[in-house]
């Protein structure tokens, strides 16, 4: 049976620049998911208050039809409409958002540097 070498080497650059790939990674991921957070988290809490205590128990799985669901808690009458301007713009940035989170948390990043030179 034939033996591989799987070590890999890089230069101090290429392991800065994996490090700061990395933490950029985390950090795209990590903010989409406090904004995703605290959306839902801000849907739940308006559920104890009474203009909003007959709203579902439970978001929607679908990331757009529980972001459409938390749009509409800022049209209703009710002390989250001061904000609904906010509110709109947060979910409509967390859907423009998605696409980098998504390929971020799945995607693959391939160094060409020895193909290209």
Same mark, same amino acid.
């Given at each position: 049976?034939? +033996?591989y070498d /799987?070590? /890999?080497s890089a230069s101090d $650059? +290429? +392991?800065a620049d994996i490090r700061t790939i990395h933490l950029l990674r985390g950090a795209i991921i990590t903010a989409y998911s $406090? #904004? +995703?957070f605290l959306l839902a988290d801000l849907y739940f809490r308006a559920r104890y208050l009474q203009e909003y205590n007959h709203l579902p128990?439970? /978001?929607p799985y679908k990331l757009e039809t529980k972001l459409k669901r938390l749009k509409s808690i800022?049209? /209703?009458p009710g002390p989250i409409e001061q904000f609904r301007q906010e509110l709109h713009?947060? #979910?409509d940035g967390i859907l423009q958002f998605e696409k980098i989170r998504h390929f971020m948390?799945?995607?693959m990043l391939i160094d060409r540097k020895e193909e290209t030179g």
């Open positions: 049976m034939e +033996e /799987l070590t /890999l $650059q +290429e +392991e $406090q #904004v +995703e128990n439970k /978001l800022a049209d /209703l713009a947060a #979910v948390a799945h995607g």
